[in-house]
């Protein structure tokens, strides 16, 4: 194994635990508050990549609207798009083409991501019979960054783990 790979898998595991601890700490809340946005740390990219963002409605809670958004290292907002409505169960994802962010040949750019996920309309409460909180493994989130021509993949990044429990009980220890 080179240098080059052993570099470049402990980058994606860095971005990966990087995005995981962002997203853990960003509960999202309905109605009268504006949602926390779920975020990725910082990734790079090419002018011949594609920025997948997916989004999953894994909640009983209702419909979500997922809006992503790209930003530069600066905090310049690059690029939004307000998804349509999700139902429980239901996923979408929007690609984001980084040449359109003005990259040339061989430049690279560091980027990160970001997602809301709201009612789809905040003056209305939620259903009363449902919990009012979204918790953050409600919406499933992944970011995939992969070659506009060839369609390979480069990397992705899961936001969040459902039931991740990053240091489990040693067997027999109860």
Do not use: H, Y
Request: glycine letters at 10%; aromatic letters at 6%.
């Amino acid at each position: 194994m080179t240098r080059i790979d052993t570099a470049t898998r402990r980058v994606r595991r860095l971005l990966g635990l990087a995005g995981l601890v962002t997203l853990l700490a960003a509960p999202l809340v309905w109605a009268g508050v504006s949602p926390q946005p779920f975020r990725t740390g910082l990734f790079g990219v090419t002018g011949s990549q594609t920025i997948r963002v997916s989004v999953l409605n894994a909640s009983d809670k209702g419909i979500v609207v997922p809006c992503a958004k790209v930003f530069d290292m600066s905090g310049t907002m690059l690029a939004e798009v307000e998804g349509m409505p999700l139902r429980p169960g239901e996923g979408t994802f929007v690609d984001f083409n980084a040449a359109a962010f003005g990259l040339r040949e061989g430049q690279r750019m560091q980027l990160r991501a970001e997602v809301e996920a709201q009612p789809p309309d905040p003056a209305q409460p939620p259903d009363p019979g449902r919990a009012a909180r979204v918790q953050p493994d409600d919406v499933i989130l992944t970011l995939e960054v992969f070659d506009t021509e060839t369609g390979r993949t480069g990397f992705t990044m899961p936001w969040v783990l459902k039931g991740f429990n990053p240091q489990p009980d040693p067997p027999g220890a109860r």
